[in-house]
T-cell receptor
Framework: DQQVKQNSPSLSVQEGRISILNCDYTNSMFDYFLWYKKYPAEGPTFLISISSIKDKNEDGRFTVFLNKSAKHLSLHIVPSQPGDSAVYFC?????????????FGKGTRLHILP | GAGVSQSPSNKVTEKGKDVELRCDPI?????LYWYRQSLGQGLEFLIYFQGNSAPDKSGLPSDRFSAERTGGSVSTLTIQRTQQEDSAVYLC?????????????????FGDGTRLSIL
């Protein structure tokens, strides 16, 4: 049972345009969401996060939007740059201390086209 | 460096052998996580340590898998009697603590992983 779903395995976006990566979750106990970026042969690196008390968090070119009623979040990258080409993982974690393991989606591979 | 260090970076072994993977977390990080990523799959949670104890072992796929952490620092993941389906990249991550003061998760810092290939 996949609790965090990234339904698009890959996405291609023109350089300079907006990249929108989507993520859906099923567990209503999740209250903290994170995005990680992964280059080949490297470990994932933390990008941006959002708490369930917010619906938007912005950091430079990266903005994460959370729609709790739809159990949906998205990562917007604008403008997209060649170095943004990577696999992006959405992740979520729960409220209680014992729920602190983070559940990851399968990732979306983003290609930024020149 | 100051990041999470994993060794070996690559391991090729024959089916049925035991393997031991090592993770050196960032100094001062009390929480340590093991994940694996099989080909075409996302990150699969294996086990989580808070200090030396492992409150959550639910992700270990079978009793051939075990992990320990001593001194609140280095962790080893051991796979006994390896099978071909164990082939994957095994990733370790650490964070300051599982939950921050305000209740938010501390972002995890990942190592570059150990690529395990079982022949």
């Amino acid at each position: 049972d996949q609790q965090v779903k990234q339904n698009s395995p890959s996405l291609s976006v023109q350089e300079g345009r907006i990249s929108i990566l989507n993520c859906d979750y099923t567990n209503s106990m999740f209250d903290y969401f994170l995005w990680y970026k992964k280059y080949p042969a490297e470990g994932p690196t933390f990008l941006i996060s959002i708490s369930s008390i917010k619906d938007k968090n912005e950091d430079g070119r990266f903005t994460v939007f959370l729609n709790k009623s739809a159990k949906h979040l998205s990562l917007h990258i604008v403008p997209s740059q060649p170095g943004d080409s990577a696999v992006y993982f959405c992740a979520a974690s729960g409220k209680s201390y014992r729920d602190d393991k983070i559940i990851f989606g399968k990732g979306t591979r983003l290609h930024i086209l020149p | 460096g100051a990041g999470v260090s994993q060794s070996p970076s690559n391991k090729v072994t024959e089916k049925g052998k035991d393997v031991e993977l090592r993770c050196d977390p960032i100094s001062g990080h009390t929480a340590l996580y093991w994940y694996r990523q099989s080909l075409g799959q996302g990150l699969e949670f294996l086990i989580y340590f808070q200090g030396n104890s492992a409150p959550d072992k639910s992700g270990l796929p079978s009793d051939r898998f075990s992990a320990e952490r001593t001194g609140g620092s280095v962790s080893t993941l051991t796979i006994q009697r390896t099978q071909q389906e164990d082939s994957a990249v095994y990733l370790c991550a650490s964070s300051l603590e599982a939950r921050g003061i305000r209740g938010e998760n501390q972002p995890q810092h990942f190592g570059d992983g150990t690529r395990l290939s079982i022949l």
